[in-house]
């Protein structure tokens, strides 16, 4: 079973910029939509971007624009790269396939705040 690890949160003021990391423990070759979902306090879990094998990227209107899904086969990464947060981005950030394949990870925390 694939295991993913999430990291690159943090504390970051509003305005700022974060690249978030995830790395699977398995080939993510074969995976056609990774993606990266977010979950606020007392919120369920959303999508807030995904790619294909290919490198077709898709991004709900709340992040289009300032969030950048990326991923590297080779090495089984997948990145988003995130640019000027909002204290609204403030939520625990995971990866998976846009159909979840594993199980899900601890996340990374990401908090934007002044």
């Known amino acids: 079973q694939v295991q993913l690890v999430e990291s690159g949160g943090g504390l970051v003021q509003p305005g700022g910029t974060l690249r978030l990391s995830c790395a699977a423990s398995?080939?993510?070759?074969?995976?056609?939509?990774m993606a990266w979902y977010r979950q606020a306090p007392g919120k369920q879990r959303e999508l807030v971007a995904s790619?294909?094998?290919?490198?077709?990227?898709s991004y709900p209107d709340s992040v289009k624009g300032r969030f950048t899904i990326s991923r590297d086969n080779a090495k089984n990464m997948v990145y988003l790269q995130m640019t000027s947060l909002k204290p609204e981005d403030t939520a625990v950030y995971y990866c998976?396939?846009?159909?979840?394949?594993?199980?899900w990870g601890q996340g990374t925390r990401v908090t934007v705040s002044s």
């Open positions: 790619i294909t094998r290919g490198g077709y990227t």
């Open positions: 998976n396939g846009l159909t979840p394949f594993a199980s």
């Open positions: 398995g080939t993510i070759f074969s995976v056609n939509h």
